[in-house]
């Protein structure tokens, strides 16, 4: 199956990887670049967990020395795998919200803030959802995923050729901006012989403007999840 994945960077390599091995023939063209920030100083002695809720948080902060001991929360096994330095580490596979009613249900408010290491860009504001349950939350945006302005030139050469098959989106954003870059080019014609496969509902609403051939979300935002699709596509 040809397939594009929309995805920032590393990951999207690394899951072209995958399917690539699994027999698929994979086109990468992030929606999304990734730019690192200069992280402000932190207090972690007052602070009694820290969240993470993508690999890239844990990668703009690595310029802060970080006590490894800190209970430690995070979204997703890419970015549990990118902290599996830290000794105390809780992984929500459910996403965001998942995430904050663990905290909620562990965690004390009085115990001390929660520091939140963060995109500027963020499909749910953990911030305001865990502060309405008392909680003081420490934002602090270590990165900024700027968007595309054009495909590349190969998946503009795929799409008018329409050898691509399936397209992966994991976040609102790729969603949204890969739908206005095909309204821009006149392309949205296309989508009627590809299939979406999308991470949320969330991602699968923010393709507006555009009809699939198939519009399919995982069960769970879990890579498992998503590769169960695929293979589910390839043997119909």
């Known amino acids: 199956m040809n397939i594009l994945i929309t995805r920032p960077e590393p990951e999207a390599s690394e899951l072209a990887a995958t399917l690539n091995q699994l027999g698929h023939h994979t086109l990468v063209d992030p929606m999304l670049h ?61 996403g965001a919200l998942e995430l904050c009613q663990h905290i909620v ?53 795929a799409l008018a050729g329409r050898t691509i098959q399936s397209v992966l989106f994991f976040s609102p954003r790729s969603a949204a901006i890969f739908a206005k870059l095909l309204i821009y080019n006149k392309q949205t014609i296309i989508c009627r012989s590809m299939t979406a496969i999308c991470f949320s509902q969330n991602v699968a609403g923010a393709l507006q403007g555009t009809t699939w051939k198939e519009l399919r979300v995982t069960q769970r935002p879990q890579m498992e999840c998503l590769l169960s699709l695929l293979n589910q596509q390839e043997n119909v």
């Open 105 to 157: 249900k562990d965690l004390n408010p009085a115990k001390g803030p929660l520091i939140h290491f963060s995109g500027r860009h963020t499909a749910i504001d953990i911030q305001h959802t865990l502060q309405t349950k008392g909680f003081c939350v420490e934002k602090y945006i270590v990165y900024e995923a700027k968007p595309a302005r054009q495909f590349a030139p190969e998946t503009l050469q």
């Open 34 to 94: 990734i730019e690192f920030l200069v992280p402000d100083p932190v207090n972690f002695s007052v602070a009694q967990a820290i969240m993470f809720t993508s690999a890239n948080g844990i990668r703009g902060a690595k310029a802060l020395t970080i006590p490894t001991s800190l209970p430690t929360y995070v979204v997703g096994s890419a970015t549990a795998q990118a902290a599996q330095h830290f000794k105390n580490i809780y992984v929500s596979n459910g």
